[in-house]
């Protein structure tokens, strides 16, 4: 993979295809009898969802061996330490969620259960990333440029070269990391508008005097409509850190790229981050349920039942990232195909003007 070029192998070699019109060696990489069809319309239509699920399923199983390989070495690790927790701080977690239940209360919410739930989900995730940063940007941002260059290889007709990503990640990693950065702080950017929201929320509802059970419903309102723009920004910031490898922008530049290249395509987006999250939700939960509160007698279930869950949550992690990396070539066709039918309708613009003209 040449890395600093402005495309892909594959997108590159979609140009070239289309203009030989040359069929693509599908014995190194088998479809579905489904969809057997020329490289050229294969690469021009975008895909939606469910298609970007088969397309990431094909390629696990073409590169099975690279993709294992992260699994084991970049993502099982850190999934582990995400779900025991091993490195967050009771006792900052305590102090952050009083903090948080103190402004609840001032802003004029109840303290239900499921506030009070959501102010210690927020606080142990808050000190989660916090603590665990250093990993976040060593194991889990080297498994997103991993998974990224692994893709790439698929489409390229080329296996995992070990040699040729370190060259890659040693000559590019200051970009990555950069892109990175940005990309933290955008979230952190949207959470503390989010808290601001919230607060001015539930204050101006208070303050016009409506009870605390009431106050709860415009918050809730306000927590559905940020959830959506929350996921957007995911959306673009996942694709920004696959821009930021596979093209030479980084930054910010990267982040508006990534706006600028999903539009057309980001319900395509939101079901892939539905999915995903709900994934790792349910595994979460199991992990909560299975291994930290409930055990078998002495414990025992929590010897194979905890590194099962931990396989799971690694799984959907990389599915995930196959899927943003999957995602922005179908939005990179997509623009080339929004493209090509403009530079068609010009051109057919300009044939029928001296018809029409000589008509006349």
């Known amino acids: 993979m040449e890395a600093t070029s402005g495309l892909s192998p594959r997108l590159s070699s979609m140009v070239a295809n289309k203009e030989k019109n040359e069929d693509l060696d599908v014995e190194a990489f088998e479809l579905e009898p489904s969809h057997e069809i020329s490289s050229s319309d ?15 399923v094909r390629i696990l199983r073409y ?31 305590k102090r952050l969620t009083i903090r948080l239940l103190l402004v609840a209360k001032t802003s004029g ?35 997103k440029v991993a998974v990224v260059y692994t893709v790439d ?23 990555i990391v950069e892109t990175y950065l940005w990309v933290c702080g955008v979230i952190a ?45 995911i959306i673009i910031c996942s694709i920004a850190i696959v821009i930021s490898v596979l093209e030479d922008v980084s930054g910010p530049q990267a982040l508006l790229r990534s706006s600028s290249l999903i539009k057309g395509q980001t319900q395509v987006g939101l079901l892939i981050f539905l999915g995903s999250t709900i994934g790792l939700a349910f595994v979460e939960g199991l992990f909560e349920h299975r291994v930290k509160t409930l055990s078998y007698g002495d414990g025992s279930s929590r010897i194979w039942e905890g590194p099962l869950l931990v396989l799971m949550y690694s799984f959907v992690v990389l599915i995930d990232s196959m899927m943003s990396s999957v995602f922005y070539f179908s939005c990179k066709s997509y623009r080339m195909e929004t493209a090509n039918a403009e530079i068609q309708s010009v051109l057919e613009a300009m044939a029928i003007s001296p018809e029409a003209t000589d008509v006349t």
């Not at 061996?65 to 977690?93: E, K, R, T, Y």
């Not at 210690?120 to 194991?139: H, N």
């Not at 007709?157 to 990693?173: C, E, G, N, Q």
């Open 63 to 93: 590169n099975s061996g690279g993709f294992m390989s992260i699994l084991a070495l970049l993502i099982c690790p850190l999934s582990a330490v995400i779900l025991s927790n091993v490195l967050v701080n009771q006792s900052i977690v």
């Open 109 to 143: 919410l109840p303290l239900r259960p499921f506030v009070k739930q959501s102010c210690q989900k927020f606080a142990e995730v808050a000190v989660s990333t916090v603590l665990s940063f250093p990993l976040y940007i060593t194991l889990s941002l080297l498994s």
């Open 153 to 175: 290889c698929t489409y390229s007709r080329k296996h995992f070269d070990l040699l040729k990503f370190y060259v890659i990640v040693s000559k590019f990693w200051k970009r």
């Open 189 to 233: 950017g949207c959470l503390t508008m989010f808290i601001v929201l919230l607060v001015a929320v539930s204050s101006a509802f208070s303050v016009m005097g409506f009870p605390p059970d009431l106050t709860l419903y415009p918050a809730m309102v306000a927590g559905l409509i940020f959830s959506i723009i929350f996921a957007n920004a």
């Open 42 to 56: 294969r690469h021009i239509h975008s895909m939606n969802a469910l298609e970007i699920l088969r397309e990431t």
